[in-house]
Each structure stands twice: as C-alpha cells, then as structure tokens.
C-alpha cells in the first residue's frame, strides 16, 4: 500500500459543529502532517507528529485539535470553525521527520466549507 | 524563516517543446530538495526530489541543483498537454520540514 487516504472527501459544517477529518497511511512512515491550502496559494503546514507525538504546532487556533492514536493514523479535530477556515486539508506522511527521508507523500484532502 | 522562491508564471510552452521551471532558496543549511505536481482541485504528488548538486533524471523529468548558486530547477522535455498543472519547489528549512514555493503554473498548448 503506497498512499495516504483521507476522509471525508468534502465537508460542509455550520460555525457551532464539531467534526473530523482523518488521514491513514500503511508505508510504515513514521512523520504525518496536516496543512491547511486556500487557492492558488502553497500549501501551509498546520502540525506535524512524529513518531506519534506532536513535535511541530504551526501556531494554529485551538479550534483545531489533531490526534494521532497509532502511527498509522492522523485526525483533526474541528470545533467552532470560522468561515475563512474554509479550505482543502491535507495530511501528507514521510518516512522520517527530520533529515533523512524527508520526502513527503500527500493524501487527496478533504475540501472543508465552513459556512 | 528561509524562503523558497519561484516565478509564479503562467509559463507557456508549446506541445514537445521543453519546459523549464525555476526556483531559488535562501537557507544554505537546505539538503534536499523536492518538486510537486499539483493539477487544479488536486492535492500536490511528488514527482522528483534531488540531495546532490547536479542532474537527476526520471523519465521525462530533469531535477538539477546548483548549491553554490541555491537554484533548483525543474525540466520537462516533450512537454504535453496532461503536464499542465502549478509546479511547487519545496526544501526543509530550520525546523520546518517543508518550506514551499509560490508555484509556478505550466501551460503546455497543443
């Protein structure tokens, strides 16, 4: 297995729900990461756990709480989203976080509409 | 933090034409180096990455480094119509594990 999935593929929530988005991957990596893309921008590295603990919080609002409960598996946690948090989410992995195999596999997101 | 720049384009090439996509890093402590795909409504794949200073070949793909310089840059020879998509340059800078481009957008005409 050679890609990172997530679901859901699109989400429509209101201002006072609470959702979330998850990622898995089967490469045996041990780095996984959420960003955040408006478009036509690059993507924005929100968080990024490795080996299973949260080494990076890119200052993002308290609003959106990740998880990782195995190393196989990423969830973001939505609650109280603003509508400019509109955007597509992604959840890339790498086989190491740092140095080394850095090379980073995207899953096909999940385009989140805040309304 | 470092950057990564690029032009963001649209660069357009004719169909079999070679395309040349560019980009420049200012953080001389980046070791690798990496180029994403990335088709409209799509999330970014990986098409090349280069650790060392010269040519990687993949295919049609050309990955070349300058280190000296802090260029990269991208080649795609025989380009077609389905190589249309933004190009994102990407190297990890300090604690960042990527930094990303702008991207540059590729217009292959048939």
């Known amino acids: 297995d050679t890609e990172v999935t997530q679901t859901p593929k699109h989400l429509v929530m209101g201002m006072t729900n609470k959702k979330s988005l998850k990622c898995e991957q089967h490469m045996g990596h041990r780095a996984m990461y959420w960003y955040k893309q408006k478009a036509k921008k690059p993507p924005e590295l929100m968080f990024v756990y490795s080996y299973e603990k949260l080494s990076i919080n890119e200052s993002v609002p308290s609003r959106f709480s990740p998880e990782c409960p195995n190393s196989s598996l990423l969830n973001l946690h939505l609650h109280a989203l603003q509508p400019e948090d509109s955007a597509l989410y992604l959840c890339?992995?790498?086989?190491?976080?740092?140095?080394?195999?850095?090379?980073?596999?995207f899953g096909p997101g999940t385009r989140l509409t805040v309304l | 933090q470092k950057e990564v720049e690029q032009n963001s384009g649209p660069l357009s090439v004719p169909e079999g034409a070679i395309a040349s996509l560019n980009c420049t890093y200012s953080d001389r402590g980046s070791q690798s180096f990496f180029w994403y795909r990335q088709y409209s409504g799509k999330s970014p794949e990986l098409i090349m990455f280069i650790y060392s200073n010269g040519d990687k070949e993949d295919g049609r793909f050309t990955a070349q480094l300058n280190k000296a310089s802090q260029y990269v840059s991208l080649l795609i020879r025989d380009s077609q119509p389905s190589d249309s998509a933004t190009y994102l340059c990407?190297?990890?800078?300090?604690?960042?594990?990527?930094?990303f481009g702008k991207g540059t957008r590729l217009s292959v005409i048939a």
């Open positions: 890339a992995s790498s086989p190491q976080g740092r140095g080394g195999q850095n090379e980073q596999f």
């Open positions: 990407a190297a990890p800078s300090g604690n960042t594990p990527l930094v």
